[in-house]
């Protein structure tokens, strides 16, 4: 409540704290949680009005509703309209590392040329896959014969199997290029990575607006001799990549950019290290002519996604970004690739179902911008003649010139003036209505953060945006999502904020929904562990398992076997927490993450074993924490480095320690490598550690991660760092061969 004072000093002085502090409220844009879910609204269908002012501001009683551009000159406005609020990641033509040749791979043989095929029934692991049957793109793969791994921005096959025999037999060196994942599909190699050479973007007089995305299919029919038979080039940044049968589908991120370039480029010749062979470079126009974006290479020859394949939202944006969805035929790569586009805010997390691809994104609703908008709307009689013709002319102001934000913020700039220069008496009593209306809106819309899902339906290679729907609070990582059946599942957290309105700080609390094929909510379970956050997810079968933290780690398990009826079957606490959590059987849950007292400090490295057949109460039936207080594994954060086999009861963790001596004030000699275990349903033993700690050069590694993944075929086992792949037996983990790979190179000598 704003006071008055007896001097006309004083009450200048008033005004101006007044004015200071709304420019806090607006700065702060505090938020508050109101627990209670939004209701499902009709769903507005606006069409897309070319150069219209639109505030850039979320509603969440709106319904998210799907549409399509129906002309370049929509889809032209639409950029424009977002412009300069935009987020540009990623690599781009200008300022990244060049080097003289502008070729982008050579292949190389290895010691000699071994060619053969696959061993008969050689059995070997898969990639650490979320879903059955959808195969995740990853650094290695292995066809239970050979070992395809990306390592130093080259990718290495070796023949891996006999270990005895284990070599590299061919090497494609890539240049000018960060080299991201890869598949393997019968006898074709498919490489993603992100391209940046400023010669090929001269050469073909084409620019990206936010990097470039390649994808190059080899031929394997003999692996010592990779053969490239297909070469693609997509505008945008490499985002994520899944897998179904014979169809890669892969995501990449553009940022919205309008702007004429000439059309087509199409080259002659037979590609060769990224360029056309010869020296011309044949126009078939070289009229300037506006291309819709984002725009693809095909062996050179310019297109982009049509018109009618790029959607976007009935909501505005902040920070526009394309999302594209490719999906291509491995194993028929002269086939077309089909692509759609979606416009969408900055994007999070990817999950792939058997059947939809569903992307990820936050929203918040900004109190400060609701209170804006009440506030404007109370002094619109109050605006003189004069300055409602400017605010006319900002909203009529060429996009170009002033994005929508801006718009925005000279309007709201308009109006706070007004504010300023009345009575103090009016400004309290309008304080006061705007504070009533605030908190009503507030109760309206429910939560002030909001996961965004975007749902794509793919089938062999068809690609169907089905449309979005949105839940409160934020998620994780993938493990957050699941479908079963017809139903989406997901667990978020809301976070902790600070309610201006309450006066006090709001705690975060975690909730689970379900929703129906059209995205709608249909049943939601909310509030559980006030005060802590979701550290890790596990949707198995009809039940979640779910992990958060604060002090103590609650492990839940939750029935979501009736969607409509989502209950808490039970918990456990006990210290410490579980960053990723590992299905061992249907009675067994691993979860491995970090030890710590009860008062949340860490002590160590932990491995898990939870029993869920009393589902009411679980229990953590054996454990495993390493002495070394700071010890880490990558397998935290990134599933695919975790690798297990029941059969075999052989679990596998990168792990590094770096522990420092605080008696003697020095750095103790850590390790670095992989633990091997053996575990079993209810005992996990540490059997030993595969060590990377030393590259060729000698040089010790114990101040980073080294080992990035494991694999085995049939009774050996393989562990692979950067610059090293060793082979063991799993057996009694005895040491079978070292194949090097190419470390990174150093401009000085190595002693």
């Not at 600070?498 to 709608?520: F, G, I």
Request: some cysteine; aromatic content about 12%.
């Amino acid at each position: 409540m704003i006071t008055r004072r007896g001097s006309k000093m004083t009450q200048k002085m008033s005004s101006i704290v007044i004015g200071m502090a709304l420019i806090a409220l607006l700065v702060l844009g505090a938020c508050t949680q109101l627990q209670q879910p939004p209701q499902q609204q009709p769903t507005q269908q606006p069409t897309y009005i070319v150069g219209a002012y639109n505030e850039a501001k979320f509603d969440p009683v709106v319904a998210v509703s799907t549409k399509t551009f129906k002309s370049a000159s929509e889809l032209s406005s639409f950029i424009k309209d977002n412009a300069n609020q935009q987020y540009y990641g990623g690599y781009g033509g200008i300022g990244m590392p060049l080097t003289s040749d502008v070729g982008m791979v050579k292949v190389s043989a290895g010691a000699e040329s071994v060619q053969s095929a696959p061993s008969a029934g050689s059995q070997y692991s898969q990639t650490n896959n979320q879903v059955a049957g959808v195969d995740e793109a990853d650094i290695i793969k292995t066809d239970g014969d050979y070992i395809y791994t990306i390592s130093n921005n080259n990718v290495y096959i070796i023949k891996a199997y006999p270990g005895a025999d284990a070599q590299v037999v061919a090497t494609l060196k890539y240049q000018d290029s960060d080299l991201q994942s890869l598949f393997i599909q019968g006898k074709h190699l498919a490489v993603f990575g992100n391209y940046y050479n400023a010669g090929f973007f001269k050469e073909t007089d084409f620019r990206p607006t936010s990097g470039l995305t390649f994808l190059n299919i080899y031929e394997l029919s003999d692996p010592s001799a990779p053969k490239l038979v297909k070469e693609y080039k997509f505008e945008g940044n490499y985002f994520n990549a899944r897998m179904k049968g014979d169809f890669a589908y892969f995501v990449v991120r553009s940022a919205p950019e309008d702007r004429p370039i000439p059309m087509p480029l199409i080259f002659e010749g037979i590609v060769n290290g990224g360029v056309p062979v010869g020296d011309e470079v044949v126009r078939s126009d070289t009229e300037d002519k506006p291309i819709p974006m984002p725009r693809m290479l095909d062996d050179f020859k310019r297109s982009s996604v049509p018109i009618g394949d790029i959607y976007y939202y009935n909501f505005p944006y902040r920070n526009p970004q394309f999302v594209t969805v490719h999906a291509i035929d491995l194993s028929a790569p002269d086939e077309p690739i089909s692509s759609k586009t979606i416009a969408v805010e900055y994007s999070q997390n990817l999950y792939m179902s058997e059947n939809n691809i569903y992307i990820t994104y936050t929203e918040w609703v900004q109190e400060w911008e609701l209170r804006q908008e009440i506030s404007n709307t109370f002094l619109e009689g109050r605006i003189s003649a004069t300055d409602l013709a400017i605010i006319e002319k900002i909203k009529a102001a060429d996009n170009d010139v002033l994005s929508q934000y801006e718009k925005q913020q000279k309007i709201s700039n308009i109006y706070n003036s007004y504010f300023y220069l009345l009575p103090q008496k009016e400004q309290d009593e309008l304080n006061d209505q705007i504070e009533g209306l605030l908190e009503a809106k507030l109760k309206e819309i429910g939560y002030l953060e909001y996961t965004v899902i975007n749902k794509i339906a793919v089938n062999n290679g068809e690609i169907k945006v089905e449309g979005s729907g949105k839940v409160p609070g934020q998620i994780i990582n993938q493990f957050s999502m699941d479908e079963n059946g017809d139903n989406f599942r997901i667990a978020t957290t809301l976070s902790q904020r600070w309610s201006r309105l309450a006066k006090q700080q709001t705690e975060s609390t975690n909730n689970v929904y379900a929703l129906d094929k059209d995205m709608k909510i249909v049943g939601m379970l909310e509030g559980l562990a006030p005060g802590e956050q979701i550290y890790s997810t596990r949707f198995i079968g009809s039940r979640l398992y779910m992990v958060t933290f604060r002090q103590v780690d609650p492990f839940f398990v939750i029935d979501l076997s009736n969607p409509r009826e989502i209950k808490e079957l039970g918990k456990l606490k006990l210290p410490g927490f579980s960053r990723y959590l590992h299905p061992y059987d249907a009675d067994t849950i691993i979860g491995i993450g970090q030890e710590s007292t009860e008062q949340g400090r860490v002590t160590g490295l932990k491995i898990s074993l939870f029993d869920v057949s009393d589902v009411a109460n679980p229990k953590e039936a054996a454990k495993f924490v390493t002495d070394e207080r700071y010890a880490q594994s990558t397998a935290l954060w990134e599933h695919k480095a975790f690798l297990f086999d029941k059969e075999k009861q052989l679990l596998v963790i990168p792990v590094y320690s770096n522990e420092f001596d605080s008696e003697f004030g020095k750095q103790q000699q850590g390790y670095n490598g992989a633990f091997v275990f053996s575990i079993a349903s209810d005992s996990i033993k540490l059997r030993g550690l595969i060590d990377h700690s030393r590259n060729q050069t000698g040089q010790d590694y114990y101040y980073q991660p080294m080992v990035e993944r494991s694999l085995w075929i049939n009774e050996l086992l393989y562990t692979k760092s950067p610059a090293l792949l060793r082979i063991n037996k799993i057996e009694d983990l005895g040491s079978v061969k070292n194949v090097q790979l190419q470390g990174t190179p150093t401009n000085f000598p190595v002693y």
